[in-house]
């Protein structure tokens, strides 16, 4: 057997090669006036500071290795490619070479590869007394068809669920090796499940699930109800058996959307995802003959994109390289652009109202809208204007819902601010092998990392949950530059996830959406951070919100 550490990530290689990063075909040429200015292909901004230019095309950058990519391991089999074909540039993995091994499939896998799955898939339900037992069986029969094969279930009231999960936790512990992945499954009347971040981090503390995905399924009922033609857990068990190939993201857009519109139903269900790679918990390998459907057809982005970009770039450095990066990615993926510089508290909110109006105005067809909110953020996840006073961004969305012009349209929300002060040291075994002493590698994940949490009513009724919304909410996709509570990283080339967001956009502008954030947040996850007052290495990781009905596809 031979073994080539082609060169791990190594924290001295970070700053060059982020030096490499593209920075698309915006230059900046001087202070932002703070006006507003609206952007079309090709043109110039006058008086904001910023200015379109046409640039070479940069060279294609690859995205995996055809061999595979396991997340909890981090190994791939296969040709290790390096970034721009350059020798000691890319980010750069360990290449397991076996000698003698069988060729490679010819199609390649998905961007970020897929979770390998290998080690006992566990599930484990939490229900209340008052949760129907129709609505627990057929639950249970979607884990059998999801292929877990070790299932518990376990009643308890709302306040047991914490130690309930603690003792779950010991005895995945105890197996003594890797879980292939973990499922739980919270049911409980309406209103009383409320935030279970407190769960998720319990869970998150599992040895033998570091590196591994762990699902937890929130569903909210109404006390011995019955499920309802259509509802979410229905619809999900007739596809699980059907679409084995599917990731599970695409399984819960398709549910998301016959839960919607084949039901009347009058909420949608919402997903929170940190995942590192492809998700198939069907055993259908993607290079295998696929006879199933295919997921419903995309949404349609044939008429106006419009783009309201609103960044503080005062006190902020880097902040003018993400204005560029995603400036440039925005024009060239057709979006008409709208960008504030260092807008108030007050301007945030005003420029969301003008921009909902314009929309409206607009006599031809609007098909898609993006807002990105570039600033510092407060303790609880607050956005902090130029002048230093705190605007909620659920206000801002809010605002947006209300615009007629996109109901039944995507729309794209980015968040590159803190969301709180925690600075993630990250989880992973304590003792380095040699090699990756000697190449100063992280072994560890962002604790945050490698979690979907789908916010659900299990009868399909209104919810009054916090997270999953009314119908009219539906088709919203979110992305915060860093986990709940924690500190988003940005220096003075720009953030992290920003930059790499453009780099794999540019990269592959027609994959789905969903798989390309989960790239974004890949490789965002492998990265060592150095704060300014922190002299330990930290990590990052994205939080994805998603109550999408149909795969998004930015370019044809």
């Not at 550490?5 to 030096?19: D, E, Y």
């Amino acid at each position: 057997m031979l073994l080539l550490f082609t060169g791990i990530q190594n924290s001295k290689l970070v700053p060059a090669l982020r030096s490499l990063r593209g920075r698309g075909l915006m230059e900046l040429i001087g202070q932002g006036s703070g006006k507003r200015q609206v952007l079309g292909p090709g043109a110039l901004v006058p008086g904001s500071g910023v200015k379109l230019c046409a640039q070479r095309k940069p060279p294609p950058r690859p995205h995996g290795l055809p061999g595979g990519w396991d997340p909890a391991g981090g190994l791939a089999v296969g040709r290790c490619p390096t970034e721009s074909g350059k020798k000691g540039s890319g980010w750069l993995r360990p290449l397991l070479a076996l000698r003698g091994a069988p060729p490679q499939p010819t199609l390649s896998l998905p961007p970020q590869g897929k979770y390998s799955l290998q080690g006992p898939r566990v599930a484990l339900t939490l229900s209340t007394p008052e949760v129907s037992a129709s609505t627990v069986a057929v639950l249970e029969a979607v884990f059998r068809t999801l292929g877990f094969e070790r299932c518990h279930r376990t009643e308890a009231s709302v306040q047991g669920f914490l130690g309930e999960l603690a003792e779950f936790r010991e005895q995945l512990d105890g197996l003594g090796g890797p879980v292939g992945c973990a499922l739980v499954a919270l049911l409980a009347p309406r209103g009383q499940l409320g935030q279970p971040q407190q769960l998720v981090r319990e869970l998150s503390r599992c040895r033998a699930l570091w590196g591994r995905p762990k699902v937890f399924l929130l569903l909210s009922s109404a006390p011995g109800g019955a499920l309802e033609r259509g509802a979410f857990l229905t619809g999900l068990s007739r596809l699980c058996g059907r679409c084995r190939h599917w990731s599970l993201l695409q399984l819960l857009t398709e549910v998301f959307y016959r839960t919607t519109e084949e039901s009347e139903a009058t909420y949608c269900p919402v997903f929170r995802s940190s995942l590192q790679g492809t998700l198939c918990l069907g055993d259908v390998e993607p290079w295998e003959p696929q006879l199933e459907s295919s997921p419903r057809a995309q949404y349609d982005l044939s008429g106006t994109r419009a783009a309201l970009l609103l960044s503080v770039i005062c006190s902020r450095p880097g902040a003018k390289h993400d204005v560029e990066a995603l400036g440039s990615l925005c024009q060239a993926l057709n979006f008409k652009i709208t960008l504030r510089t260092n807008p108030t508290a007050q301007a945030f909110q005003e420029e969301m109202v003008q921009f909902r109006e314009c929309l409206d105005a607009l006599s031809a067809p609007v098909s898609c809208a993006l807002v990105a909110l570039m600033t510092h953020g407060g303790p609880q996840g607050q956005l902090l204007g130029a002048d230093g006073q705190e605007v909620q961004p659920e206000a801002l969305v809010q605002e947006l819902n209300r615009c007629r012009a996109l109901w039944g349209c995507p729309k794209i929300f980015l968040l590159q601010a803190c969301r709180g002060g925690h600075r993630d040291a990250g989880v992973g075994p304590t003792a380095l092998s040699w090699f990756r002493r000697w190449l100063r590698a992280s072994p560890t994940t962002p604790s945050h990392a490698d979690v979907l949490e789908i916010y659900t009513d299990a009868q399909g009724s209104a919810s009054q949950g916090p997270t999953a919304g009314s119908s009219d909410q539906a088709d919203i996709l979110m992305v915060y530059a860093a986990a709940e509570g924690c500190v988003a990283y940005r220096d003075e080339k720009g953030s992290d996830f920003i930059q790499t967001l453009a780099e794999v956009l540019r990269a592959d502008p027609g994959g789905d959406l969903l798989e390309l954030l989960t790239e974004v947040n890949r490789r965002v996850c492998e990265l060592d951070v150095l704060g300014p007052d922190c002299p330990e290495r930290r990590k990052a990781c994205l939080e994805i919100r998603s109550s999408l009905r149909r795969p998004l596809c930015l370019q044809a």
